[in-house]
Structure formats: structure tokens, C-alpha cells
């Protein structure tokens, strides 16, 4: 599935139902929730790449662009953008399905950085591909 600007989302790699313990004072669902969702999505793409532990060093960019309601079934797609020695940017792509239509609803999109960990938790040189 691709995104606004016609680059591949990638994979879906959770899939999501809100709760009501979710919502913030507005009957949104709070953007910590979210944020958390992105990372453990982000974090299961890294290590992928990785081939072992990554810890989150930034999010470099992130846009809330609709509001998340009770009742959309939220989906966080997830892909490689770039690689360095030891990091790996992942863009991460939330979008909601919402109503009896199905509609599809861009929520947020961002650039989480994670850096592969060895066993003294210091970076790491990623695998060559
Ligand atoms: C991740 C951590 C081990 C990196 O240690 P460090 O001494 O900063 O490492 P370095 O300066 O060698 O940077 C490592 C890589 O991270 C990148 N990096 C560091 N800070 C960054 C930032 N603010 N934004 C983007 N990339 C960053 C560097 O460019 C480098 O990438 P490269 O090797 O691909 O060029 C350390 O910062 C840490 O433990 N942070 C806490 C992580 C954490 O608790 N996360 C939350 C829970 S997972």
C-alpha cells in the first residue's frame, strides 16, 4: 500500500483495536498511545534488520494528522528508509479503518531511529547485507 506521496508503506506489522481506558479528555485516543504503538512496530522492523537487540535513539519526525477514534481498527505499517553503521531509520505509517464503509483514515506518520545494541548495550555494526 503506498502513502500520500506514492512511496510503499511497507508491511503491516501490528493491527489494532483501541480501549476506552485509551481516550484522552477530547474522546480522542492519546498520542503517547500511539507513539508506543509506532516504537514496538518500529523496533520489530529494526531488530529484523538488526538480527538482534535495537533501543530507540530518536524519533525524527512525527505528524499527528487525524485524530484517533473508539472503534477504528488501527493498523502501523512499518519500512526500511535508510541505513547507517549502526542505525536504522524506519518510517512508520499509522491508518485506521472506520465505520460500515471501511473507511480508510491516514492517523500519523514518522521516522523512528533505533540502534542495534550488543552485549554491553553499545552500538553495534548492523549485519552486511
Ligand atoms: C542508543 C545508544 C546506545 C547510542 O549510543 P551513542 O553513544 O549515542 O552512540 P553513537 O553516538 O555511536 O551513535 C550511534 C548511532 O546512532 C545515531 N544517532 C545518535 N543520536 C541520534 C539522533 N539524535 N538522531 C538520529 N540518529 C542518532 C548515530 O548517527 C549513529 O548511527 P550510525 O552508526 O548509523 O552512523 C545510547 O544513546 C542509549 O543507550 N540511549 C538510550 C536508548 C533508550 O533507552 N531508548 C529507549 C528505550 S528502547
Redesign the pocket.
Known sequence: METETGADRGEVVLRLVPHLTDINANGHIFGGWVLSQMDIAGGIVAARIAQGAV????I?SMTFITPILLGDVVSVYATEER?????VAIRIDVVATRGIGMEEVVLTSGVY?F?A?DAQ???RPLPVV
Do not use: F, I, K
Not at 55 to 58: E, F, P
Not at 83 to 87: K, L, V
Open positions: 533501543a530507540t535513539v530518536a525524527e541505513r547507517g553503521r549502526t542505525s531511529t540502534v545494541l548495550h553499545r552500538p
